[in-house]
């Protein structure tokens, strides 16, 4: 299904909802879909535990579990229609990562502290202005904007809106179309467990609707540094829209 709605230049936005669909608007849930999720699809170069991993991860990331909510190995057996087994291999795997607890009554996305959250900060900090440098260095500015342009336009329809799930999918959007320019395996990796950790933040600051004007001119000002083709200038304004993003999650927490 899809709806196309004014941007405000002149142009119509479509918005597609599928589930495959980089741009979604609505995360899963299963509190408010009585229906069984479908079985997903297992991808032949992996191995079943390799896949359940990967779901799972992707679910954390839509925000089908919060901070504090407790994944149960028996139901997301039921999704792939095998045994509990290969999930909790996965679940411990996760746990590994650092991306669940393990405790007594089972699996549990972990509540990160103040501390815990600074310090994530702190090493995107470091991975992700070196990143945005080396996107720069390498990408065709023009493509690069119009995939940089398309992300800020859905932003600024959830504005309009007050949608909250738009907001997720359109910062997910802005991160692909520049992280898919970074030529280092290992690096994306390091960047892409660190963004991971810091689901806590990304699911509080786009509650706060109050904030999205800003968030969109935050990202206006990085996508006009990641389109210069000026390095040093990117490694900057990367830098400076991380320092912005920490501070709207405190000052967040603090008016809570």
């Not at 597609?16 to 069984?36: C, H, I, V, W």
């Not at 997903?40 to 901070?67: A, F, Q, V």
């Not at 407790?70 to 650092?98: H, K």
Request: proline share 4%.
């Amino acid at each position: 299904m899809s709806f196309e709605t004014p941007t405000g230049a002149g142009r119509l936005l479509t918005i597609e909802f599928a589930g495959s669909n980089p741009y979604e608007s609505r995360m899963l849930s299963k509190k408010t879909d009585p229906q069984r999720r479908p079985t997903p699809r297992l991808n032949k170069t992996e191995s079943l535990l390799d896949t359940i991993y990967s779901d799972i991860r992707r679910r954390l990331n839509l925000g089908e579990w919060r901070p504090g909510d407790r994944l149960l190995d028996y139901e997301i057996a039921q999704d792939f229609d095998c045994t509990r087994m290969p999930v909790r291999q996965a679940l411990l795997r996760l746990v590994n990562d650092g991306l669940l607890n393990s405790t007594t009554r089972g699996f549990q996305v972990p509540v990160l502290s103040d501390a815990e959250i600074r310090e994530i900060f702190e090493v995107r900090r470091v991975l992700e202005p070196a990143a945005a440098a080396m996107a720069v260095a390498v990408a065709d500015p023009n493509q690069l904007r119009a995939s940089l342009t398309k992300a800020v336009d859905i932003a600024k329809v959830a504005l309009t809106h007050q949608d909250t799930a738009l907001m997720v999918s359109a910062n997910t959007a802005f991160r692909r179309a520049w992280l898919q320019c970074v030529r280092n395996d290992r690096l994306l990796q390091m960047i892409a467990m660190s963004a991971d950790h810091a689901n806590q933040v990304r699911f509080s600051n786009t509650q706060d609707v109050g904030n999205y004007a800003n968030t969109i001119s935050e990202l206006e000002k990085l996508a006009d540094a990641l389109t210069s083709q000026d390095s040093t200038r990117a490694r900057t304004a990367m830098f400076n829209f991380l320092l912005a993003a920490e501070s709207a999650y405190f000052a967040r927490v603090q008016r809570v």
